[in-house]
């Protein structure tokens, strides 16, 4: 039985969803109001921010590095699988874990991933200038809920346990970096939505291939 | 390319920050934190996820390719700061979170990284994993710096010249009438036509705003554009007092200093009676202008505002000028200022006048939004310490262009121009730098 854990989970969760909904409310702050007049729309360009923008022929983040963009993918697509089991158990702790191999192995290449990224920013020049001991506590926080997710998939861990490991993982992210799963969608949006106003996107159809 | 100077001791003196003690300094740069991230500019603050993939997105990490140049740790220093007075984790544990407080050292070491390492061209922002605004990031690290007193002087004197003067380069009204006055007698014999430039007439349909530079060394540009608009039958005027159309208030972060100069100019516009402001080629003061303007001053423009771009590309469609492509035989490239094209959505009106204009036109590769800064943006141009880092970080531009063998590099923008100049010579590539607006000109077909 998962007993007092499951409180503990629910309110890590209530927790992470009060603080990033204040997060988000500050951040917006009222909205800025645009006195120019426009040229194009914003809704158009906060559409294509988030969709072609993403893919790797228009972002060079991703095109220049395909490793570390699928590696990073394969993260996020884990990520979400996990918290979408944590999310069932916590609705109905007595179901059992649903396609327990798939989910293991998804899981288990996304915990690599999380391990590569950790190795990554332990030795790159580049992430050591700008990382912070919030970096480090994010992947292995996030390493960690992938862990006994896999563990608990295969009922190798008892559902106290998970939901122990969960609640710090809800816990931690409206304080550190992990918070970006909702502001990556804030920040595209507002960039997207400027961008979008100024009539720079969507960007233009391109005679040629001179992109 | 090696580090900007050698030490504090080598910058000029700013001023205002040696008589700022440390907790005024702070509270003033809080304040400047506080405007800045007010109303969505915060989400950019909470979003990076430090992935340091924004490297070869910007041309002065890819010329010299240290940590310190990546995007990336240049906002982090920026939005450390917004963590520490703006999250309770980095008010509490400011180890943990990468937080800093604005002391007067932190502030210092700021200003080689906003100012030196970055022209806030925006391509990061448009290629970062997260989509980022990475540029007004380090905006932000500017307006902290402005409010500080830790502009760089250089960059400071233009802005202090255009509140002053009402022009950047402190031209007088003499310098500016005998100017006007030669460049009409040349057309005339040039046109063989009454070519006028006319000065603060009341009741033109246009308000032509110029780059000073056209006063000072680039006359041609000015000369061009006249021809062009005598020929296309315009109602136009300059006005002698407020002509300027740069906006060294964008660069140096003080957004005060930049609405002054933007009401100064709407407010000769009205005066003069006119029904639009056209600006003149230049990347900033087009998005200084058209797009930060009435929100510096907080309400819409009573007269409305383009490019001459727009303009040139209406009296092509509407037949009012005639051309003849043959007359710009060699090969043409076309450099995209960032501020016009990326941040101000004009791409291809220069794209369609060019296409008329030119025989022989080539695109560079990646081009419009995706086009790399030439170096000389952000105010680059006007901070000499940073010299050695704006030259170098051409070396992307270079090869972009080498690629075209163009022999013009047409570029609707001075400052973009300057540094095209400096790039050319440094380099030996004999290219001629030239404004749409001569291309135009010299394609010009009279009756």
């Given at each position: 039985?998962?007993?007092?854990?499951?409180?503990?989970?629910?309110?890590?969760?209530?927790?992470?969803?009060?603080?990033?909904?204040?997060?988000?409310?500050?951040?917006?702050?009222?909205?800025?109001?645009?006195?120019?007049?426009?040229?194009?729309?914003?809704?158009?360009?906060?559409?294509?921010?988030?969709?072609?923008?993403?893919?790797?022929?228009?972002?060079?983040?991703?095109?220049?590095?395909?490793?570390?963009?699928?590696?990073?993918?394969?993260?996020?697509?884990?990520?979400?699988?996990?918290?979408?089991?944590?999310?069932?158990?916590?609705?109905?702790?007595?179901?059992?874990?649903?396609?327990?191999?798939?989910?293991?192995?998804?899981?288990?290449?996304?915990?690599?991933?999380?391990?590569?990224?950790?190795?990554?920013?332990?030795?790159?020049?580049?992430?050591?200038?700008?990382?912070?001991?919030?970096d480090f506590i994010a992947i292995v926080v996030t390493g960690g809920f992938l862990a006994l997710s896999i563990l608990f998939a295969f009922e190798r861990v008892a559902v106290a346990t998970y939901f122990a490991w969960s609640s710090v993982l809800f816990f931690y992210l409206p304080l550190g970096k992990l918070r970006h799963c909702i502001f990556f969608f804030a920040a595209r949006s507002d960039l997207g939505g400027r961008l979008g106003y100024r009539g720079t996107f969507p960007a233009q159809p391109k005679q040629g291939s001179t992109r | 390319m090696s580090k900007p100077r050698e030490g504090n001791e080598a910058r000029p003196q700013r001023g205002v920050d040696e008589a700022m003690g440390a907790e005024q300094m702070e509270r003033?740069?809080?304040?400047?934190?506080?405007?800045?991230?007010?109303?969505?500019?915060?989400?950019?603050?909470?979003?990076?996820?430090?992935?340091?993939?924004?490297?070869?997105?910007?041309?002065?990490?890819?010329?010299?390719?240290?940590?310190?140049?990546?995007?990336?740790?240049?906002?982090?220093?920026?939005?450390?700061?917004?963590?520490?007075?703006?999250?309770?984790?980095?008010?509490?544990?400011?180890?943990?979170?990468?937080?800093?407080?604005?002391?007067?050292?932190?502030?210092?070491?700021?200003?080689?990284?906003?100012?030196?390492?970055?022209?806030?061209?925006?391509?990061?922002?448009?290629?970062?994993?997260v989509g980022l605004d990475i540029a007004s990031t380090i905006v932000t690290g500017r307006r902290i710096l402005a409010a500080t007193g830790k502009v760089p002087a250089d960059l400071q004197a233009v802005v202090k010249n255009q509140l002053e003067t009402g022009n950047q380069m402190a031209i007088t009204q003499d310098e500016l009438k005998s100017t006007t006055e030669w460049i009409a007698e040349d057309l005339k014999l040039e046109m063989d036509a009454d070519v006028q430039i006319p000065v603060d007439a009341v009741g033109k349909r246009i308000l032509y705003l110029i780059n000073p530079r056209e006063v000072k060394f680039f006359p041609l540009s000015l000369l061009a554009a006249a021809g062009v608009f005598h020929a296309a039958g315009e109602e136009w005027t300059l006005s002698s007092r407020f002509y300027d159309v740069t906006n060294y208030g964008l660069f140096s972060g003080d957004q005060q200093a930049a609405a002054a100069i933007t009401r100064q100019v709407m407010e000769e516009a009205e005066a003069l009676g006119v029904e639009e402001v056209i600006l003149s080629e230049c990347g900033h003061g087009f998005r200084a202008f058209r797009w930060e303007g009435p929100n510096w001053l907080g309400e819409s423009y009573e007269v409305p505002m383009r490019s001459v771009l727009d303009l040139l590309l209406e009296y092509l469609d509407a037949g009012r000028i005639q051309v003849d492509p043959a007359r710009n035989e060699a090969r043409v490239t076309l450099h995209d200022p960032c501020n016009l094209v990326r941040w101000g959505g004009v791409s291809e009106q220069q794209r369609e006048i060019l296409q008329r204009v030119v025989s022989d036109f080539q695109e560079m590769v990646p081009n419009r939004e995706n086009n790399f800064c030439c170096g000389g943006g952000?105010?680059?141009?006007?901070?000499?310490?940073?010299?050695?880092?704006?030259?170098?970080?051409?070396?992307?531009?270079?090869?972009?262009?080498?690629?075209?063998?163009?022999?013009?590099?047409?570029?609707?923008?001075?400052?973009?121009?300057?540094?095209?100049?400096?790039?050319?010579?440094?380099?030996?590539?004999?290219?001629?730098?030239?404004?749409?607006?001569?291309?135009?000109?010299?394609?010009?077909?009279?009756?």
């Open positions: 039985m998962a007993g007092i854990s499951w409180y503990v989970a629910l309110a890590s969760v209530i927790w992470a969803i009060v603080l990033l909904t204040i997060q988000l409310l500050m951040a917006w702050g009222g909205g800025r109001p645009d006195h120019s007049a426009p040229t194009g729309r914003r809704s158009r360009g906060i559409l294509y921010n988030f969709t072609a923008a993403m893919l790797p022929s228009h972002k060079e983040s991703a095109r220049h590095h395909p490793a570390e963009f699928l590696i990073g993918s394969v993260l996020h697509v884990g990520v979400l699988l996990g918290v979408l089991g944590f999310g069932i158990t916590l609705v109905s702790p007595q179901q059992a874990p649903i396609l327990p191999v798939v989910t293991g192995v998804i899981l288990g290449i996304s915990l690599l991933a999380g391990a590569v990224l950790l190795v990554r920013r332990l030795v790159s020049p580049n992430l050591k200038a700008m990382s912070s001991p919030d | 003033a740069a809080v304040s400047a934190l506080n405007e800045a991230v007010r109303g969505l500019g915060a989400y950019h603050m909470n979003a990076c996820v430090k992935c340091g993939l924004c490297g070869e997105t910007c041309h002065i990490y890819r010329a010299d390719p240290t940590p310190e140049n990546l995007p990336a740790v240049k906002a982090d220093k920026v939005m450390s700061f917004y963590r520490r007075y703006h999250t309770l984790s980095g008010r509490i544990a400011p180890f943990l979170f990468g937080a800093r407080s604005m002391t007067p050292e932190v502030l210092e070491d700021l200003v080689d990284d906003v100012y030196g390492r970055c022209t806030c061209c925006g391509r990061c922002g448009l290629h970062c994993s952000g105010g680059a141009l006007s901070m000499s310490e940073y010299g050695e880092i704006r030259v170098g970080s051409g070396q992307t531009k270079v090869d972009q262009i080498k690629k075209t063998g163009a022999k013009i590099v047409a570029t609707p923008c001075h400052n973009c121009a300057d540094q095209l100049l400096d790039l050319s010579k440094q380099h030996k590539l004999g290219l001629d730098i030239q404004s749409v607006v001569e291309l135009v000109f010299n394609a010009l077909v009279l009756d």
